[in-house]
């Protein structure tokens, strides 16, 4: 026993005496773990090293739009990648030693030179100016010039100065930990662990280089750019250098270090082979585009032709007339001069113009007056090419026919401007209702403000969204002659805040909504007026909008001062919820622009911005949108809307579930840009895997008014029951022209469908290539659908078609179409109702290819339960529904009743017909027969 205790003793302190020496060995080996100064410091001396940058991010230009970016930058400055905003607007660039060229797709132009928007798509253009490309001066981009950045506050860095770089939370960038490091200003995102490597960085454009100062961030960009703009005749290089300056930075003066770039981007040092290919890249371009042209020669060269007509009274049974053509540009001019008056056309005739030359034709038009009468006309002329104008020489005319001088400049411009299609589209939606009736009086002033308008658009750099707004979706809702003035007034100066609520309102008329924007809302029907940032009238939300570039502070004051218009008078209409929004730019110095939903959550706990929830008679708002920039998976900033409500502010809980899915709910309705990235057209979701700061995405149904809400909300009536299909092949179709029809119909949505794939294939990755599947899509859809909106309505028309021409009349012949009253919204009503010989209703639900049927909120008895389309109670629900419109429209009460007896006797069908897919030619359907008896 004695020894066997010695044997345990001498291993007891062989084993203590390994433990020290592991102790010692870890201690000398694994030092204690860094504090931020070090690792930013350890981040920059990596960064030094490298052999260039990947960037993948956003910053936000001198127009105050947001660009997404994605380049690489090599030691020497050479540059290769893509340019992209959310409208699709896209450009490649590639940046020599020598030169820079750039080449973009018309939506890209739209911001910068809308009138010649089509002739610049697709070319490359060399050294355009730098607001054109919306970065800063890339040499600033190098990886020495953006350790430079990231040094200024460092202790290593040139000014010596104390750090102040502390570590504001940890994340993963692409499986590897990483910590959130900020000096105040900076961010910067660095690997936990050896070797220390900036993963993502965070550079507003206020922020000094070199160890200088940090300035000041910049008034508003539009206060900026106003004296730019406003600063007398411009000629064509003057209009293109109108851009120079990013928002949120300040030219440094003579012998001052230059200001770093402004942008929030992940990082990354790209390899050898990745490196050789940007050079190679950039070689090519700019070898096989020797002769490529810079923008203001580009725009300069374009024909600038002023006409001139003389008429003068004429008694005789023709009047004659002169017009004479100059060509005041530097290049050829041809195009056609046309002349019309008084319903004629009485020049329609091709001429050639050469530089500085002119040439004189006649017309002579029908003297129209009766005998011993004089009746006042107008003569109108222009040089029309089809180039610079569209192929569409009928809307040229007719913009004649309202009065415009199509080669005179819009607004108050001196020079003469490009009237390009979109110019020309704008102006037509502007004056659609313009006609023979109109007083001379409201013709002159619509055409003023309209072209005034236009003209303000394009000096500010917001035609793009207007456009968008106005002619693809005509869901811009103005109240008469003084809404149009109203219009020109606002746009003679945005903000930035402006400009969010603008691309805000564009994208929520892409979604079906109806808004006011730029103008007062008056009801119909009301003597009441409000006055908004936007009013959502589909939505029933008015937002107010800001933007924000500076600091925690500026971040306050904004929601404060938003908070405050919310609350004042003739502004929220009754039954409208108030939605207060913070834009925090992706380069704010704020170290909010960085931060996700739960960090905002703590961070507006320590702010107290509970403090704003009371106002009088309730909360003070509905919904407070903060739209941020925090680094995806990929440390890719990623644009993300939290939404929050007082009863979230007021709790103790942070980001608990349930206001996730609240919010989730939210954007659903409100956040088309999230709402067609995570689900399809019809409310599917694009995938079920899908989470959202650790929450599935909700299944989605709709309420009783039409709005989606989540399917949860609420508990199920039983599930549709469906007979076994029935396919019907387009050999059945029969007749020649229905056939015809429903190839066509097929095809539009065939055409639909590639322009959504485009769409979300550019959202994942915004790569030359997607960009020109884009575009082209986006051609091919103008081309066959011209301006109607690509959503749902395309798709349901093919379903809705296939169960008129097709399968009904093939499987229930004698079937009589019975025309079901319009509801406002398009709910609350059955797709198609006929009657079969033998009395029994027949009720169909049609289905494009990808449909199924839907859920929602049911009615009358099933009031709180969700019910499903091909079911009983279903059916049920949307009788109710036809009672409750009964007192607007007798017609939705009676056949409610002929609905309520069949259905107690048993004389009432309800069948789902569903298109086949076949790509642009149709397919044929199915059929299917639910139990609802």
């Not at 959130?180 to 280089?209: E, K």
């Not at 109203?486 to 805040?497: G, H, M, N, V």
Request: proline letters at 7%; glycine letters at 8%; charged letters at 20%.
């Amino acid at each position: 026993m004695i020894k066997s205790s010695r044997w345990y003793w001498r291993w007891g302190v062989l084993a203590l005496v390994m433990v020290l020496v592991a102790g010692l060995m870890t201690f000398v080996l694994w030092p204690g773990e860094k504090t931020p100064p070090q690792l930013a410091s350890a981040a920059t001396k990596s960064l030094r090293a490298w052999r260039g940058v990947t960037y993948a991010g956003t910053t936000v230009n001198g127009n105050g739009a947001i660009i997404g970016f994605r380049l690489t930058v090599a030691r020497d400055g050479t540059t290769y990648g893509t340019l992209s905003r959310d409208s699709g607007a896209y450009a490649e660039l590639a940046v020599s030693p020598r030169r820079t060229l750039l080449r973009g797709n018309s939506q890209w132009w739209l911001e910068h030179e809308p009138g010649s928007a089509e002739a610049l798509a697709h070319i490359w253009v060399a050294d355009p100016p730098q607001g054109v490309i919306g970065l800063a001066e890339l040499s600033r981009m190098t990886p020495t010039a953006l350790a430079d950045a990231l040094s200024g506050k460092d202790t290593d860095g040139p000014s010596g100065r104390p750090s102040t770089w502390r570590q504001s939370g940890a994340t993963s960038v692409n499986g590897r930990p990483a910590k959130v490091l900020t000096d105040g200003t900076l961010r910067i995102v660095v690997s936990a662990s050896p070797p220390y490597r900036p993963l993502s960085v965070g550079l507003p454009g206020s922020a000094g280089s070199q160890g200088a100062a940090t300035p000041k961030p910049a008034p508003d960009a539009s206060d900026v750019h106003t004296a730019v703009f406003r600063s007398g005749p411009q000629d064509g290089a003057a209009r293109s250098a109108r851009h120079v300056q990013s928002a949120g930075q300040v030219p440094a003066a003579a012998g001052e270090p230059a200001p770093a770039p402004a942008l929030s981007s992940a990082v990354s040092e790209p390899d050898k082979a990745q490196v050789r290919s940007t050079t190679e890249n950039v070689r090519r371009i700019d070898t096989s585009h020797e002769q490529a042209e810079p923008l203001s020669q580009r725009v300069a060269a374009q024909t600038d032709v002023a006409v001139q007509l003389t008429a003068s009274h004429c008694s005789t049974p023709n009047c004659p007339a002169t017009v004479n053509v100059t060509n005041q540009g530097t290049a050829p001019a041809s195009g056609t001069v046309i002349v019309t008056v008084a319903g004629q056309t009485p020049l329609n005739s091709p001429v050639s113009v050469p530089p500085g030359g002119n040439r004189t034709l006649t017309a002579t038009a029908t003297n129209t007056a009766p005998p011993g009468q004089t009746i006042p006309v107008s003569w109108s002329v222009v040089f029309y090419e089809a180039s610079v104008m569209g192929e569409d020489p009928a809307l040229v005319k007719r913009l004649m026919g309202r009065g415009f001088k199509l080669n005179e400049p819009l607004g108050d411009q001196r020079a003469n401007d490009s009237k390009g299609m979109p110019v020309l589209q704008l102006l037509d939606a502007m004056t659609a209702d313009i006609g023979p009736q109109t007083s001379p009086e409201v013709r002159e002033s619509r055409l003023s403000n309209a072209g005034k308008t236009v003209a303000n658009l394009e000096q500010q750099g917001a035609f793009e969204p207007f456009y968008d707004l106005v002619v693809n979706t005509n869901n811009l809702r103005v109240s008469g002659e003084s809404g149009i003035a109203e219009l020109e007034a606002k746009t003679a100066q945005l903000s930035d805040s402006d400009r969010r609520a603008l691309q805000y309102a564009s994208e929520l008329a892409g979604a079906g909504n109806k808004v006011v924007w730029g103008n007062t809302y008056k009801p119909e029907g009301s003597l009441d007026e409000y006055k908004a940032d936007l009013q959502n009238l589909t939505g029933k939300q008015t937002i107010q909008r800001k933007a924000v570039s500076g600091g925690t502070d500026a971040v306050v004051k904004a929601f404060a001062a938003a908070i405050n218009e919310l609350s004042g008078t003739g502004v929220v209409p009754p039954g409208f919820d108030k939605v207060a929004w913070i834009d925090i730019d992706p380069n704010a110095s704020t170290v909010l622009a960085g931060s996700d939903r739960q960090a905002l959550a703590k961070e507006f706990k320590k702010l107290k911005f509970e403090k704003y929830c009371n106002g009088a008679g309730g909360s003070a708002f509905d919904a407070a949108v903060f739209t941020t920039y925090p680094p995806g998976p990929d440390g890719t900033p990623k644009r993300t809307n939290s939404v929050f409500t007082c009863n979230e502010l007021l709790s103790s809980a942070v980001a608990p579930h349930k206001y996730i899915r609240d919010e989730m709910v939210w954007k659903v309705r409100n956040d088309p840009v999230w709402y067609f990235a995570n689900y399809q057209k019809d409310g599917r979701r694009r995938s079920e895997k899908t989470t959202e700061n650790g929450v599935t995405l909700p299944i989605l149904a709709k309420d009783n008014e039409n709005h989606w809400i989540s399917k949860d909300k609420l508990p199920s009536a039983p599930g549709a029951k469906l007979s076994p299909k029935k396919f019907f092949g387009p050999a059945s179709v029969g007749d020649r022209k229905r056939s015809d029809l429903l190839n066509k119909i097929a095809d539009n949505r065939n055409t639909s469908v590639d322009l959504t794939n485009a769409e979300l294939k550019w959202e994942e990755n915004k790569s030359a290539a997607n960009g020109q599947t884009l575009d082209k899509a986006l051609q091919k859809y103008r081309k066959e659908l011209g301006v109607t909106p690509n959503n749902s309505r395309i798709a349901e028309r093919l379903g809705e078609s296939t169960a008129r021409y097709h399968v009904i009349p093939e499987e229930f012949p004698g079937a009589q179409w019975i025309t079901l009253p319009k509801t406002p919204n398009g709910a609350d009503k059955f797709d198609q109702l006929y009657k079969l010989p033998d009395g029994t209703l027949l009720i169909v639900e049609a289905k494009a290819p990808t449909g199924n049927p839907r859920w929602r909120q049911g009615k009358g008895r099933h009031k709180n339960k969700m019910v499903q389309q091909m079911t009983r109670e279903y059916v049920e629900t949307i009788i109710e529904a036809m009672k409750e419109r009964e007192t607007k429209s007798p017609r939705d009460g009676k056949l409610a009743r002929d609905l309520e007896a069949a259905l107690k006797h048993e004389k009432l069908r309800y069948v789902l017909v569903k298109a086949k897919d076949g790509g642009s030619s149709y397919a044929g359907g199915t059929l299917e027969e639910g139990d609802i008896n």
